[in-house]
């Protein structure tokens, strides 16, 4: 291993040394910035065992302009730069990293310690998941701060819970940063105390609860004369002094769909329905009320706004539409709106939205359909739900819509 190690570090030494002979031979101006973010890998390679190369000018040169353009990089390199710079001896220049990454950090109690800026993109060192390891390691190397580590992790966790972690490199050091800093996860495994209208879970299910080995998942429902009014307060308790617990109650039942009424959660969905005239101006969109009644033939316009707290990845929009009504596009495909890709898929009573990716935000998307029928209709509701956690759902309130 340790001539594996040797031969790796000699063959960087030699890259890095050409980098910067290529800069003299190429007349740059060496005062200003040239470390990129391979030059910020390499030091930070070096750095776990203090190495430096025979012929340090190279080494020199690059340490230096990471010290001075440390402002200049995303948060990968610098979450690199810290704990490089400590293991150097620069704990100053390390510590003023770290308050600036503090600084500008978000917090809540729900998503933990994260950044804006830390956004997925087509490099190596745009990658969220590695960069809030490196973040983890970078805090808990150089400040010791156990909190800022711990508030990290539910970040982490809240992450995988609604996204999938793709690649192995971004699970096993996802893995690395919660299971190797701050407190333990595996130490304590104790089951949530959960009740149900006073009553244990254990006593309140009609079946004896069986946690899952590893994860204490458990499941459990009741179904007609077993509910009662008491059962809609529900407790939960986590008796584990380290890390989080999560889970979903679900209450299913028949209504009319013209009273439904809009979800409020951390998704939320408004539809509306427009009368699309053309005029000379071109095409107007009227809001569906008495002076603007659609007439068959007429076209109307679906306008769906979606607002999400987290990203979100597998998502499932299901929209119903009344019977009066048919959309003018019958061929199901990709689709592109607003800085939104989906696939659309046309059926009988609905249509139906299939996002791989839906990053945290706004996003307003339309889609025409025509009248065929006059008469009182039901519009139905629009749905959405994460396939890849079922509890992040919420729905629009019923529509009843009338044409002549």
């Given amino acids: ?23 003299s031979k190429n007349k740059t101006d060496m005062n200003k910035q040239t470390v990129g973010y391979s030059e910020i890998k390499y030091l930070y390679t070096c750095s776990f065992s203090k190495h430096k190369p025979q012929n340090t000018k190279a080494f020199d040169y690059y340490y230096a ?74 805090f808990s190397e150089v400040a010791g701060d156990r909190q800022a580590v711990e508030d990290m992790k539910i970040w982490l966790l809240r ?63 009741w179904t007609g004369a077993d509910i009662d009014r008491s059962m809609a307060t529900v407790t939960v308790a986590n008796p ?18 013209d009273k439904i009424t809009g979800a409020e959660t951390s998704l939320r969905i408004n539809k509306q329905l427009f009368l699309k005239k053309i005029t000379d101006r071109g095409a107007e969109l009227l809001p569906l009320n008495e002076n603007n009644v659609p007439k068959t033939g007429d076209i109307i316009t679906v306008r769906m706004e979606l607002r999400t707290d987290r990203d979100y990845e597998y998502v499932h929009i299901k929209d119903a539409r009344a019977a009066c009504l048919e959309p003018t596009e019958a061929i199901s495909g990709y689709r592109y709106q607003d800085g939104l890709w989906y696939y659309e898929n046309i059926k009988d009573a609905s249509v139906n939205f299939f996002i791989t990716y839906l990053h945290k935000g706004t996003y307003v998307f339309e889609y025409d359909l025509r009248v065929t029928h ?3 209709f039901s519009n139905g509701v629009t749905t959405f739900q994460c396939m890849y956690a079922p509890e992040f759902s919420a729905h629009s309130e019923g529509v009843r819509i009338k044409t002549e």
């Fill in 1 to 23: 291993a340790k001539i594996i190690i040797d031969n790796g570090l000699r063959f960087m030494d030699r890259d890095i040394l050409e980098n910067y002979e290529r800069l």
């Fill in 65 to 138: 302009q990471a010290q001075q353009y440390w402002t200049k990089f995303n948060l990968y390199a610098q979450a690199m730069t810290a704990p490089a710079m400590n293991r150097f001896g620069d704990n100053k220049t390390a510590m003023d990293i770290i308050r600036s990454l503090k600084e500008h950090a978000q917090q809540s109690e729900e998503m933990g310690m994260y950044w804006k800026s830390n956004v997925a993109g087509y490099f190596w060192y745009q990658a969220p998941i590695e960069t809030q390891a490196m973040l983890m390691e970078a």
């Fill in 374 to 376: 006059a008469g009182q």
């Fill in 159 to 221: 992450n995988k819970q609604t996204n999938d972690w793709r690649t192995t490199k971004a699970t096993v050091e996802a893995c690395y940063a919660l299971l190797m800093s701050g407190n333990s996860l595996l130490d304590e495994n104790s089951l949530l105390d959960v009740t149900v209208g006073g009553k244990p879970l254990n006593d309140a299910a009609k079946e004896e609860i069986r946690p899952e080995p590893g994860t204490g998942y458990v499941k459990t429902a």
């Fill in 240 to 257: 584990n002094k380290n890390g989080i617990a999560w889970g979903g109650v679900y209450w299913q039942y028949f209504e009319q769909l």
